[in-house]
């Protein structure tokens, strides 16, 4: 794929509204438990947001992600929607991950300028996945579980901070539009297979 010193600020922008691109987004998540609240709050900063390229489809799964969490949060015990929604978002987070990392990250590897950033994502798309699988080995009853989920949320929700706020903005200074569009085809297509194959790994990776 071809890069350039071509910054996206000269680049039509056709998206969605940023406030529409972030309802729309958390409107999907309610869908898994339309009777939860999804209160994520004020988010980063970030310009992408609502974008036709690839930082705005991967903004667009982070508030996603971030309703979600804040749905998983608000349940109770060993429910239905706490199972229903920790799967959901389980299987997001990791086809989301995977998807990330062949359409944009593999790329950005190669440019000595951004593959430090690089490294970082995809290091920390790993600590995440371990958090993850430690806590679908445990009992989701516990009133540790939720503790534990809150590092979980704490974690992401930083991590995606990291990406709008820092990596995306050095990322597009060396792709061009077309490598820019072009990278948000690979994404969809690899998310839906990723996520069609995605699985609940149970594993306690962390310490008691």
């Known amino acids: 794929m ?12 056709t998206g969605k509204a940023p406030a529409k691109a972030k309802a729309d987004a958390i ?13 994520i709050g004020s988010t980063p900063k970030t310009k992408f947001r609502g974008d036709p390229d690839i930082f705005g489809r991967l ?8 309703a979600l969490l804040a749905m998983v949060e608000d349940t109770k015990g060993k429910t ?6 920790f799967t959901a978002l389980v299987k997001e987070l990791k086809a989301h ?3 990330e990392e062949q359409a944009l990250w593999s790329t950005v590897l190669r440019e000595t300028a951004t593959t430090e950033d690089a490294r970082h994502a995809v290091a920390e798309h790993k600590e995440l996945d371990d958090m993850m699988a ?22 992401y929700l930083h991590h995606i901070g990291e990406e709008e706020q820092e990596q995306f903005v050095a990322a597009e200074k060396i792709l061009t539009e077309a490598d ?17 194959a995605a699985k ?8 008691a």
């Open 27 to 39: 409107a999907e998540a309610k869908s898994f438990a339309p009777d939860l609240a999804a209160r």
């Open 180 to 196: 820019r569009k072009y990278m948000r085809k690979v994404f969809e297509r690899r998310k839906k297979e990723e996520k069609a």
């Open 59 to 66: 903004v667009e799964d982070h508030d996603r992600h971030r």
């Open 97 to 99: 991950a995977a998807a």
């Open 200 to 207: 609940v790994e149970k594993k306690i990776k962390l310490k």
């Open 2 to 13: 071809a890069t350039a010193n071509v910054s996206a600020k000269a680049a039509p922008k």
């Open 134 to 155: 430690d806590l679908a080995a445990r009992d989701m009853a516990s009133p540790g579980w939720l503790r534990r989920f809150s590092g979980l949320k704490e974690a």
């Open 80 to 85: 239905l929607d706490r199972e229903r929604l």
